[in-house]
């Protein structure tokens, strides 16, 4: 059987996971860009990702997606060009892209996906757009044409959705403004009021996941380098599991308290069945040991957790590709039909 030049496209804030239908394989990389005298390209993905926060003066690191929103189409398009030249079977020869988009995105916001295949490398492309909860639903095994009520919570880089879907769609969708960089954030201003000194956002990320624990009371810690508050100057310290789980379970204690409201808008009977077959957690965060034990004692809900978490709408993408019978999800941004 002959397979269609097709890719998948989880274009995040913070990572780009890419599915190569020929291949039938995934990789994922940072989706940040370094630019040199300008808008030069000097570095993309990972090779971009290992100069944040200690780059020379004369590069600039930049985020060209934010919230599943292009905001600059150029960049995007060369991030996407480099990293399907480098990790998948591209040759370039007209590929058909499906692209998971957030639900609240305007039709403006739509067409900037279809402007890729309009204008540089990646021109005379096909695209299509596949909403993130259904690729979610998909992955995770949801009977779209038959649930009466699926919650699904997928923790983001930059936000966290929250959709319901029934009736074969998402009836109720919100974004709360909560992430993992906002753990991350969280977490640098712990320790920089504990220990009194800095520490990067990558090094908080890394202590987010290693030290957070919902299950038990964190004892444990770990020595990590930073800049002193006072002098400026490099030091180390140990930081505390106590100190991080503290300032992750009070981001996490907001979101709840959103989610709560959330779940206030939903209908009776589909509250019901939500609370039957329990909320699905998705998302890189869900990684967090414990989370879901949070949040089922804050919610009263049962939750459970994507077998796949922070890849779970690219697996999504893949089924939807690899079974032509569910491509009825995918929509043309340039008709605006599905």
């Not at 996971?17 to 940072?30: M, N, R, V």
């Not at 808008?39 to 985020?63: L, W």
């Not at 699904?152 to 919100?174: F, H, K, M, P, Y």
């Amino acid at each position: 059987m002959r397979l269609e030049n097709s890719y998948g496209i989880d274009l995040g804030t913070g990572m780009v996971k890419i599915y190569d239908q020929k291949a039938d394989h995934i990789t994922q990389e940072s989706t940040m860009i370094a630019l040199r005298n300008g808008n030069q390209v000097f570095a993309v993905g990972n090779d971009a990702y290992s100069m944040f926060e200690k780059a020379p003066a004369d590069v600039r690191i930049i985020r060209p997606v934010s919230n599943g929103r292009i905001n600059d189409i150029l960049m995007t398009e060369a991030v996407l060009h480099t990293l399907l030249r480098r990790n998948t079977t591209y040759t370039g020869s007209r590929p058909t892209l499906y692209f998971s988009v957030p639900m609240d995105l305007t039709e403006i916001e739509k067409r900037a996906y279809a402007s890729i295949a309009q204008k540089g490398r990646l021109r005379r492309s096909r695209v299509f757009l596949v909403e993130k909860p259904i690729a979610d639903a998909i992955a995770v095994g949801v009977p779209l044409h038959h649930t009466k009520g699926t919650m699904i919570i997928n923790l983001g880089a930059q936000s966290t959705e929250l959709s319901v879907l029934a009736d074969e769609r998402v009836i109720i969708n919100r974004l709360v403004p909560i992430g993992g960089m906002q753990f991350d954030q969280a977490v640098r201003e712990g320790v920089l009021h504990k220990n009194n000194f800095m520490i990067s956002s990558r090094t908080a990320q890394r202590l987010k996941f290693v030290l957070t624990d919902f299950r038990q009371e964190p004892s444990e810690g770990r020595k990590v380098y930073g800049l002193d508050r006072s002098s400026g100057l490099p030091r180390d310290g140990i930081v505390s599991a106590h100190t991080v789980t503290r300032m992750v379970r009070h981001e996490c204690l907001l979101l709840a308290d959103e989610i709560r409201k959330f779940i206030d808008r939903i209908p009776p009977q589909v509250q019901e069945s939500i609370r039957r077959d329990g909320i699905i957690l998705t998302g890189g965060s869900a990684r967090i040991p414990g989370i879901d034990q949070y949040f089922r004692s804050q919610l009263e809900y049962p939750v459970r957790i994507s077998q796949y978490y922070g890849m779970s709408t690219i697996q999504g993408i893949r089924i939807l590709i690899r079974r032509p019978e569910m491509r009825h999800w995918a929509i043309d941004p340039s008709r605006n039909t599905v």
